[in-house]
């Protein structure tokens, strides 16, 4: 019985090894996808959403073409879709570990250019992908022309060692990638991330390349090619889950730490950062009346009013032009020589409002867009200058004369009154705290615009 379903699969540890792996495969696709679903992450069309996609994928076909090619499963008949050379040469090298690792070395190239070189990354990454990946499918194709494959889809040792050659030398450029970046002092801990999956996949693909090499080799002993096909799946399983759930590719997210699990969920960017006041409201601001014949420009610094205006604009789908202001207000609170930060904010801002198909696109001229997007140095301080005169425009042509007759301008007078009044009969908040947030950016009384805005004195 044993030599018999070492040979043809359908051992009782062949199929607790297809248990754990599709349990593997459940948990990477609910670390993958829950995190969106519950901070309810926006969709965009940057490499930040469709890299974790496409490791998602060639996870599965990493663990499926395994189960598919060491003969794991017992199958009555021969069928066509049972072809070695589709299951063993293709999705599980190019399609599958191939794709894994190039996904992530495309994270660590982006990570170089934009905190080392201070730009964006020369090449995109929908060109770099395929071309990192190009070895794997010429390996696979010169392997599907000599067609060296017996009946059990097996090879031997003259095509098993260059092939585990290939897979070393894919952890030894993500190596190369690390090392490169390994001075820079990363907010999201993106180093050590990187550092834990070249740990957690070289460990991984020595055991993994071992029961390959031993599978491939040893094939008249049937209780190792159980064992070693065993271990070759639920290695799988384990390296795809590990793998992924380390990422790299978090601090080029507007959405800040999916997977950890914070005291307070950080709405903006500015907030992760820790840049002062990004986003709040504080009741211990001076207050200060507003005058509609003032330039806007100078408006914009009262919160109060920026809140107010931005909320207008929301209503009137145009609310995009103040947030990137907002965005652009915070960036400009970094100091110059803070060039981690800043280009973490200006990465932020791009991919939220400039690039073509943002979340929020602004409506910017083509050579402005183009001076952002190809900038040599991601730090300057004029980096969005000309970009936020032009939204200025749009802000004044298209907003502002709607606003002083609408009915936030009118609630905005009337808690402005009730400040005033707080003002002269000299009540005061000792410091500023989350609880004193007002107005949209607290998530606890979203609520307080719509309940009126009737004076009454702290209790």
Not at 351 to 361: L, N, R, S
């Amino acid at each position: 019985m044993a030599n018999g379903c070492a040979k043809t699969g359908g051992c009782p540890s062949d199929y607790v090894a297809v248990a754990i792996s599709v349990i593997c495969f459940f948990v990477l696709l609910s670390r993958s996808v829950l995190p969106c679903l519950i901070h309810k992450a926006p969709r965009t069309n940057s490499s930040s959403f469709w890299i974790p996609v496409i490791q998602v994928i060639s996870s599965f076909n990493l663990l499926f073409s395994i189960m598919m090619s060491v003969n794991l499963l017992r199958f009555r008949t021969k069928h066509w879709w049972r072809y070695c050379y589709l299951w063993a040469v293709w999705i599980e090298g190019p399609l599958g570990f191939g794709l894994l690792m190039s996904c992530r070395i495309t994270q660590a190239f982006q990570l170089y250019f934009i905190f080392v070189k201070k730009r964006l990354p020369p090449v995109k990454s929908y060109i770099f992908l395929p071309l990192v990946l190009l070895p794997w499918i010429f390996g696979a194709a010169i392997i599907h022309a000599k067609k060296p494959l017996n009946r059990q889809c097996h090879m031997g040792p003259q095509w098993t060692f260059p092939v585990a050659g290939l897979h070393a030398l894919y952890v030894l450029a993500l190596v190369a990638f690390t090392r490169a970046v390994r001075h820079v002092e990363f907010r999201f801990d993106e180093l050590r991330d990187l550092w834990k999956g070249i740990l957690v996949s070289a460990i991984s693909i020595i055991i993994w390349v071992t029961a390959f090499v031993l599978n491939e080799i040893h094939e008249e002993i049937s209780w190792l090619q159980v064992a070693s096909r065993f271990v070759l799946l639920v290695t799988g399983g384990v390296l795809v889950v590990v793998f992924f759930s380390i990422s790299s590719n978090q601090p080029l997210l507007s959405q800040i730490s999916l997977k950890k699990r914070e005291h307070f969920e950080f709405q903006r960017m500015g907030q992760a950062l820790g840049i002062p006041d990004s986003g709040l409201l504080f009741r211990k601001e001076e207050f200060r009346p507003i005058d509609p014949n003032e330039p806007l420009d100078k408006l914009l610094l009262n919160k109060k009013f920026r809140q107010s205006f931005m909320e207008f604009a929301d209503s009137c789908y145009a609310g995009e032009t103040l947030h990137f202001y907002e965005e652009v207000y915070d960036h400009g609170k970094i100091p110059v020589d803070d060039s981690i930060r800043r280009i973490y904010m200006a990465r932020h801002i791009m991919e939220k409002f400039i690039v073509a198909g943002a979340e929020m696109e602004v409506n910017l001229s083509h050579k402005t867009r183009q001076e952002i997007l190809t900038t040599q140095d991601l730090t300057h301080p004029d980096l969005f200058k000309n970009a936020l005169n032009e939204v200025m425009q749009l802000i004044k042509m298209n907003l502002v004369r709607d606003y002083w007759s609408s009915i936030f301008f009118i609630k905005f007078k009337e808690e402005e009154s009730c400040d005033e009044a707080m003002h002269k009969e000299g009540w005061s908040f000792s410091s500023p705290r989350l609880s004193s947030v007002q107005g949209s950016d607290d998530p606890f009384y979203q609520e307080q615009m719509s309940k009126g805005s009737r004076c009454s004195s702290p209790s």
